[in-house]
């Protein structure tokens, strides 16, 4: 089982609507979610974090986090095309075993979204 | 606005040649990260650094590949003799972790070089 999961579409929603991403995690001691947009040939860019269950809004963007499902979710409200990117979902994994280590940074492949005008 | 420089941008190469690339980390960042993400894949972390120590190397191929960060502040990774499987895009991104234990670090990544090996 991948760490880190998600769809990696494409997801097309036209522009003005509700977009949902969805990842989910195996590792139950994670304690930080990051999402991060990708536009074609650039670097991510990190978008919302988010550490606690429940909600997180900033401006357009919606975060949701749910431990006890190991779920996370992004919601882009009134799509814009310029949102058309790969959503990448992170997760801050412990580090293994019993001695000493860093938090190590977990990707899923991406969510293709595509916004049509 | 603080940002994480990489140079070059581009890098073209022949199998079996030697390439570098450069970072610089967000101006007060000790934690420093080589990631590789191959096209249509999420990043994978290279080699993780705490100012200038090696935390965390075990899926850097040792054998073509070295990172630096001699003063703690930027970094080279050194990829010799490259292989065509090494073509990819190379990200370096950096965090204000307060401690290797940081469960809430937030990294922030340059704009990465894109390296094809022919």
């Known amino acids: 089982q991948k760490e880190v999961e998600q769809n990696s579409g494409p997801l097309s929603v036209p522009e003005g609507a509700i977009a949902s991403l969805n990842c989910t995690y195996s590792d139950r001691g994670s304690q930080s979610f990051f999402w991060y947009r990708q536009y074609s040939g650039k670097s991510p860019e990190l978008i919302m974090s988010i550490y606690s269950n429940g909600d997180k809004e900033d401006g357009r963007f919606t975060a949701q986090l749910n431990k006890a499902s190991q779920y996370v979710s992004l919601l882009i409200r009134d799509s814009q095309p310029s949102d058309s990117a790969t959503y990448l979902c992170?997760?801050?994994?412990?580090?293994?075993?019993?001695?000493?280590?860093?938090?190590?940074?977990?990707f899923g492949k991406g969510t293709k979204l595509s916004v049509i005008p | 606005e603080a940002e994480v420089a990489q140079s070059p941008r581009y890098k073209i190469t022949e199998k079996s040649q030697a390439v570098a690339f450069w970072c610089d980390p967000i101006s007060g960042h000790a934690t420093l990260y080589w990631y590789r993400q191959i096209l249509g894949q999420g990043p994978e972390l290279l080699v993780q650094?705490?100012?200038?120590?090696?935390?965390?190397d075990s899926q850097l191929p040792k054998d073509r590949f070295s990172a630096e960060r001699l003063k703690g502040v930027d970094s080279t990774l050194k990829i010799q003799p490259a292989e065509l499987g090494d073509s990819a895009m190379y990200l370096c991104a950096s965090s204000l972790a307060l401690g290797l234990a940081d469960p809430y670090n937030e990294q922030f990544f340059g704009p990465g070089t894109r390296l094809t090996v022919l």
């Open positions: 650094f705490q100012d200038e120590s090696v935390v965390d």
């Open positions: 992170a997760v801050n994994v412990p580090p293994r075993g019993s001695g000493a280590g860093s938090y190590q940074l977990t």
